[in-house]
């Protein structure tokens, strides 16, 4: 049997796919071991299955019920309706949707961009600053026991009239079931950020908001870029989940953020190989640290990542940003999140370390309250 590649490895030992890391559904597929054609046409038919029940339960005795209710408010919602082009076609999505469900935080987080709150999000991501801001905002967030396995019972008794999942999310292999419970959309994730929000406010006909998110963004990188200009660093980002080491590539959105607000990285980050499937992370190895070297170094943490293995190796206290104390620890879920407010977060910390502050510049889950009112103000 061939051995499964690093990608194909995280598609199956992750309880999602997560942010960064991302596997292309292809490897996911193969990790899985399904046939695609069978794996299809169960979901199809737990999706007909599901919806058929949902429509059954809202005929049934107990009219001006609670579901009742809420049928009558989803309808209400979809009265009007728009074309919008998909990867998987046309959907025909309410003007006004009342009752969107979001399959992951990410989604979510651009739901709330726009101006759309969520009913209900999966925690799929497990996005623990992203599942703080949206409880606070009195959004029920639900747990994923199985990433790869969507609950169609679930989603068809919550009453979606829109359906909303990220590009990378596990879920998207079951995006056409889910059509026969409510119209299904993907927002993009690995795309210029910019594209990101301009992408959702494009689906959502929310172009107006998502211009001046955009352009809320483009003032704070003029401030960075001011703050770097005075204050130039370079900048190394490591990581390590499940095991795999990592650095992070020009290609992932982060990049595109050091670059643009004049932030060096390694030659090593800019030249080297990207996983197999995996465009945004370089692997690398604690042999080869020392070509990873820079005025400062970034390491993730969080649910997905592991700081311990990077920062105990001997090569890793060797480092002269190490050895000047100019190593930091960063919230791997924001600064691989690619949704405005992770762009605002990225943004501040990139902020913070032109400004000399140190770690004491590095947001955590105690800031996240501060940062999202202060996101707020700044968007209006």
Do not use: K
Request: glycine share 8%; net charge negative.
């Amino acid at each position: 049997m061939t051995e499964p590649t690093d990608s194909a490895l995280l598609s199956r030992r992750r309880p999602v796919v997560v942010a960064a890391l991302l596997v292309a559904l292809a490897l996911i597929a193969a990790a899985c071991g399904g046939d695609e054609n069978g794996d299809q046409a169960d979901a199809s038919a737990s999706a007909s299955a599901s919806a058929s029940a949902s429509e059954a339960a809202a005929e049934d005795d107990g009219a001006g019920g609670a579901d009742d209710e809420e049928t009558d408010t989803a309808d209400e919602g979809a009265a009007g309706t728009r074309e919008v082009e998909t990867s998987f076609g046309t959907v025909e999505l309410p003007t006004n949707p009342q009752r969107v469900l979001a399959l992951d935080e990410y989604a979510a987080m651009n739901m709330l961009a726009v101006g759309i709150e969520p009913m209900q999000v999966t925690g799929s991501y497990s996005s623990l600053s992203s599942q703080q801001i949206l409880a606070d905002a009195g959004v029920e967030v639900t747990e994923q026991a199985d990433a790869f396995a969507v609950d169609f019972e679930a989603i068809a008794a919550a009453n979606p009239d829109v359906i909303v999942v990220t590009a990378e999310s596990a879920f998207v292999g079951s995006v056409e079931p889910l059509q026969e419970i409510a119209p299904t959309v993907i927002v993009p994730y690995t795309v210029p950020w910019r594209d990101v929000i301009g992408d959702t406010g494009e689906l959502f006909d929310r172009n107006a908001e998502a211009d001046e998110i955009v352009a809320a963004l483009e003032t704070r990188i003029d401030e960075v870029s001011a703050a770097v200009e005075a204050n130039p660093y370079s900048l190394s980002i490591l990581g390590d989940t499940f095991g795999i080491l990592f650095a992070v590539s020009p290609e992932a959105v982060l990049s595109d953020l050091a670059e643009e607000v004049g932030i060096e990285r390694p030659q090593a980050q800019i030249d080297g190989e990207t996983l197999e499937g995996i465009d945004t992370v370089i692997g690398i190895s604690t042999e080869v640290l020392d070509e990873h070297d820079a005025d400062i170094v970034a390491v993730m943490t969080g649910v997905f990542y592991e700081e311990a293995t990077l920062l105990e190796a001997p090569t890793f206290q060797d480092l002269s940003a190490v050895q000047e104390g100019n190593s930091v620890i960063v919230d791997g879920d924001m600064w691989f999140g690619t949704h405005p407010f992770a762009v605002y977060w990225i943004l501040e910390d990139f902020e913070g370390l032109a400004n000399g502050e140190g770690a004491d510049a590095i947001g955590d889950m105690d800031d996240v309250a501060e940062r999202w009112a202060d996101y707020q103000e700044l968007i209006g």
